[in-house]
């Protein structure tokens, strides 16, 4: 109970709402939906967002805000422009907006997380929508958020110095030293207008980018003194169908966060800094069937056209259960993550236009880490049998291995003032698990809820017509008795235990 890695920060449950094929128009908004509210709002959508859990919401992309004019997404919808948006090669109508969103945030009782344009703009548009959004009134931009209908200032918090500026896709990429001097000038202009601000500067599109470690580098060393934050972003990817490197990945993204820390710790250390940069590793998702050609469409120019419409499987929860396990494990410097994206375009949560919304595999991990990952994350101490994998992925058409060593059992172990909650995940494809933990410092302990996520096949998958095919049970094997508790894991399995004292 002693050893504590670090409190869950609430916005290390995040996720991700980009303007990129049905996430926003027919995933989140839909006008004329039989479920929309008067806003267009699918209120079929925002139930299964709360029963998911996102805590806080990143906005508006991505590649998306890399070409991005805010100022077409505010004021009459009647008199804002369609234009062609050039990260996904769609069609932007701008009928939703910063305001929109701001709106279906506090309707969902989720935090926005706004990222600025600092591809095809700069510090100047950032900082007028951090005056547009957050000051109470009485400036140019201000009084236009007046006008346009919310009188009160949206107050956000926490926004993200441009997307991925390191990677040649976005538009106007950047060296590392050309984009940390105009991130550092725009992140020092946003905090003028609103000092209570957080923000993050872009670290590397990957683990696998031919930049990483030296970006962060140079980003750091002319950002430091003005962000809170830096970020990482990992799609984890299974192109070799191997399904015990695959359930072994989620390690790459321990080595990932670590690295990260390293650098940016060097850079304090070089400064002679007691400040610590977290980290906000704010998109994460798997994303590889649908990537060729970077997930762009073959017909240009539709508007909301289905893009990146991964259908997930058992494996695939598996995997993201793993990296749960990950992001809590580094709870002390990841203060922020977020699953991308929420709906429709790499999503847990999925929607036919005009009919139901339903849940995919990977929406399950998710929802039990938000739901019971809050608290003080204990540094567990795992003896298990462990497998060599060689984790692959790819640098565009370049292969690369990342070898592991992964424990069989991964596992993280929450502690909060009424007990502990234990994420274990056997990552052992045919044999079942046995499970003895040893919980010092917390008194008798009862199992109070236990779930599975388990299926004999892999591909397993929900779908409109099946949607509960892959979907958690009861898991019957929980024996506690004093500080002991025993269990049986499935092989291939995600399981939650509750104990309370
Ligand atoms: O989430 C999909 C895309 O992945 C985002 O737009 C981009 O930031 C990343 O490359």
Not at 130 to 159: K, L, Q, T
Not at 273 to 301: Q, V
Not at 394 to 403: H, K, N, S
Request: charged share 25%; with cysteine; proline share 5%.
């Amino acid at each position: 109970r002693d050893f504590v890695i670090g409190d869950t920060d609430p916005r290390l449950f995040g996720a991700f709402v980009e303007h990129l094929g049905r996430c926003v128009y027919g995933g989140v908004f839909e006008p004329g939906h039989p479920t929309a509210d008067a806003r267009g709002f699918r209120t079929d959508v925002l139930a299964l967002v709360r029963e998911l859990g996102p805590t806080i919401i990143r906005y508006p992309g991505g590649n998306f805000v890399s070409g991005y004019n805010w100022e077409d997404g505010v004021g009459p919808v009647a008199d804002r422009p369609a234009r062609l948006d050039l990260a996904w090669l769609s069609t932007e109508p701008n009928a939703f907006g910063t305001n929109e969103f701001v709106d279906w945030c506090r309707a969902a009782g989720v935090e926005p997380m706004l990222a600025v344009n600092l591809g095809t703009r700069d510090g100047d548009a950032a900082r007028n929508l951090v005056e547009y959004c957050n000051h109470p009134g009485g400036s140019a931009w201000s009084d236009m958020r007046i006008r346009h209908g919310w009188p009160e200032p949206h107050g956000v918090r926490f926004w993200c110095l441009g997307n991925e500026a390191d990677g040649p896709w976005q538009m106007e990429h950047r060296t590392a030293r050309e984009y940390g001097r105009k991130a550092a000038e725009a992140a020092k202009m946003m905090r003028w207008i609103d000092p209570s601000i957080e923000l993050a500067a872009c670290g590397s599109s990957g683990r696998n980018m031919a930049t990483y470690g030296a970006w962060e580098d140079e980003v750091l060393e002319h950002t430091f003194d003005h962000v809170e934050h830096l970020s990482l972003h990992h799609y984890f990817t299974n192109y070799r169908d191997d399904a015990a490197a695959y359930l072994a990945s989620p390690d790459v993204m321990d080595q990932f966060i670590e690295e990260v820390v390293a650098v940016a710790d060097g850079v304090a250390a070089r400064r002679r800094s007691g400040k610590r940069i977290m980290l906000s590793f704010d998109e994460w998702n798997i994303w590889y069937r649908t990537r060729d050609d970077g997930g762009r469409p073959r017909e240009r120019w539709q508007v909301a056209p289905p893009l990146l419409e991964e259908v997930y499987t058992m494996e695939d929860a598996l995997v993201i259960g793993g990296a749960c396990i990950s992001l809590l494990n580094h709870a002390d410097r990841v203060r922020t993550a977020c699953l991308a994206q929420l709906v429709n375009a790499i999503a847990p949560i999925m929607t036919e236009t005009g009919g139901p919304a339903w849940r995919q595999t990977i929406f399950w991990p998710f929802a039990q880490m938000s739901r019971l990952g809050r608290g003080s994350v204990l540094r567990a101490r795992v003896r298990s049998d462990a497998y060599r994998a060689a984790c692959h992925d790819r640098r565009g058409a370049q292969d690369l291995v990342f070898p592991v060593e992964a424990p069989y059992l991964k596992a993280a172990v929450v502690a909060d003032a009424r007990g502990v909650t234990l994420f274990l995940l056997n990552r052992h494809l045919a044999e079942r698990m046995s499970v003895s933990v040893e919980a010092r410092g917390f008194g008798a302990l009862a199992a109070t809820e236990a779930f599975q996520l388990h299926h004999h096949d892999l591909k397993a998958r929900n779908d409109r017509n099946e949607p509960l095919r892959v979907r958690p049970t009861p898991l019957g094997s929980v024996r506690a008795g004093g500080g002991a508790v025993s269990l049986d894991l499935e092989p291939a399995s995600w399981n939650v235990v509750r104990l309370e004292g």
